[in-house]
């Protein structure tokens, strides 16, 4: 079974700072996609940034990046220059491509209430 | 266009009760998954529903059911609730089954039960 774990619970930055939020995985499989999602308060989760694991390069969405280190299965999403929208739970997510079955099973982390302060 | 629409958006039930939850996806999709969030944790997957048929479930009781219509909207219905049965109920749609594409969510229902 593939499990996600997010280390920090919380986690606060200044206004137009960087911070990185962690996120560990574990699976057997080789191929499968890795997702940040966001939820606001009260609002709706919405997708950040998708990585596909078979892909060496780091994916970027705007001030959104990851580090994907597929050896040690870890993908960290890096925010730059930090909005007051950007505070939220952020969610780090697996799903596996065994053969095209794994049907919308997204995996989710625990999730990191990011604070972004002004 | 239409996001993702759940019914209602808040609800009370006492244990013991049945409740039904309705989702629209966007207009499209053919995808329909649903999810339960338990407060401060991470969404956990119930089930996923494509071209009106079950194609995932999650490790969730038989209490737990759900269907796809011919328009691809869905119901999910708890019966017999439990406390522990109180969480935001999510639901997300998308073009594919495969879930390796944006899957997108409504607002959730949230329900407490009593």
């Known amino acids: 079974a593939q499990t996600v774990t997010q280390s920090q619970p919380e986690m606060s930055v200044q206004e137009a700072e960087t911070v990185t939020l962690s996120c560990t995985y574990d699976?057997?499989?080789?191929?499968?996609?890795l997702f940040w999602y966001k939820q606001p308060p009260s609002r709706q989760m919405i997708l950040v940034i998708r990585?596909?694991?078979?892909?060496?390069q780091n994916a970027t969405e705007n001030r959104f990046s990851v580090n994907f280190q597929k050896a040690a299965k870890s993908f960290s999403l890096k925010i730059s220059d930090s909005q007051l929208g950007d505070t939220a739970m952020y969610f780090c997510?697996?799903?596996?491509?065994?053969?095209?079955?794994?049907?919308?099973?997204?995996?989710f982390g625990q999730g990191t209430i990011l604070t972004v302060h002004p | 266009d239409a996001g993702v629409t759940q019914s209602p958006t808040h609800l009370i039930k006492t244990r013991g009760q049945h409740v039904t939850l309705r989702c629209s996806p966007i207009s499209g999709h053919k995808s329909v998954s649903w999810y339960q969030q338990v407060l401060g944790q991470g969404p956990q997957f119930i089930f996923q529903y494509y071209e009106k048929e079950e194609r995932g479930r999650g490790n969730f009781p038989d209490r737990f059911s759900a269907r796809q219509f011919p328009n691809y909207s869905s119901e999910l219905n708890v019966n017999a609730l439990l406390l522990g049965d109180s969480a935001l109920y999510l639901c997300?749609?998308?073009?594919?089954?495969?879930?390796?594409?944006?899957?997108?969510f409504g607002e959730g229902s949230r329900l407490t039960v009593l």
């Open positions: 699976t057997s499989e080789n191929n499968y996609y």
């Open positions: 997300a749609s998308s073009f594919s089954h495969s879930g390796t594409g944006e899957l997108f």
């Open positions: 997510a697996f799903i596996g491509n065994a053969g095209g079955t794994s049907y919308g099973k997204l995996t």
């Open positions: 990585q596909e694991a078979y892909k060496q």
